[in-house]
């Protein structure tokens, strides 16, 4: 298991041979990153499953370690698996008092599984106008939360947490086809996800954006995915589209269903990841068991 600040570093050329290597695809379920025999250090953590890296690595990302997620790929590469075995990991693995969602889903069709779950800040957003209410909401939370750590010596949410009798909710908010929010208002919701994600580690705010059209001109502009720690492109349809969130080709000649190629800090070349895969039973098992917990 490899937290994303521990990986090693890849050198230049790596890349290269991922071709090869997606010959040996297969289907990875959540269930091998819960046999991993170190996972009983991440039970009741924040953490994000990413995908396998080799036969023995499953890759997870700590939120508590902070980092936000910019996330594109054609319809069908495993970008829908990705926020599902991260929401699905997330709803098992914490309380509904420690952590809560804002979903939103201009197409109404991924993310409306989880339209009920009571960790929700706000219904399930599928429209431009109330996308754009919740996150100014989250730019005022934000400033509230900014104010309430500048007064005590607190560096993050956790020791805030521990010493407060208020304690704050960590927040994940997942925009999926973002495309739809950034044509619409590029100037506005560009903004909004810049503030957001502007050192939020310490405010307990994650960002998971994704779109499957990541188009350098009006959504994925170099000004928006310089602020994103952690990158991920499943199989796209353009060199060009793997250029707007990698800044190098290689996507276009993924497999698809989960194949990807993910970019983070200390490394120079995207790693070469099988996603994981969630089935809709383990989802509704996820949205029963975090439902009951009230």
């Known amino acids: ?6 990986y090693r570093r890849r050198q230049r050329g790596q890349i290269k041979n991922f071709m090869e290597d997606s010959k040996k ?33 499953n890759l997870v990302a700590n939120l508590q370690n902070g980092g936000n997620f910019l996330v594109g790929g054609k319809t069908g590469s495993g970008k829908s698996s990705f926020f599902h075995a991260a929401i699905v990991n997330l709803l098992r693995n914490t309380n509904p008092e420690e952590l809560k969602f804002i979903l939103i889903d201009p197409k109404g069709v991924e993310l409306g599984a989880y339209k009920n779950i009571p960790q929700l800040l706000f219904p399930m957003i599928t429209n431009v106008k109330d996308a754009r209410k919740a996150l100014e909401w989250c730019m005022s939370e934000i400033d509230r939360r900014s104010d309430l750590f500048a007064k005590q010596p607190y560096i993050t949410i956790e020791d805030y947490n521990a010493k407060s009798s208020h304690p704050l909710p960590r927040i994940v908010i997942v925009i999926d086809e973002c495309s739809d929010l ?23 705010m994650t960002v998971l954006l994704g779109t499957s059209r990541p188009s350098p001109e009006d959504v994925y502009t170099k000004k928006l995915t310089d602020i994103f720690d952690y990158r991920i492109a499943f199989a796209t349809a353009t060199a060009e589209d793997s250029m707007s969130i990698l800044g190098v080709e290689g996507a276009e000649k993924l497999q698809g269903n989960g194949d990807m190629l993910f970019l983070y800090p200390d490394i120079e070349v995207p ?16 949205i029963e068991k975090a439902t009951t917990k009230f």
């Open 1 to 6: 298991m490899r937290l994303l600040y521990l």
């Open 182 to 204: 950034l044509v619409s208002d590029h100037e506005f919701f560009e903004g909004a996800i810049r503030y957001i994600t502007a050192g939020i580690q310490l405010k307990g």
């Open 25 to 57: 695809q297969q289907v990875i379920g959540l269930e091998r990153l819960y046999n991993d025999a170190e996972w009983t250090s991440f039970v009741g953590k924040p953490v994000i499953p990413i995908g396998a890296e080799t036969g023995t690595n």
């Open 271 to 286: 790693a070469h990841i099988q996603g994981f895969f969630v089935g809709n039973e383990e989802m509704r098992e996820a």
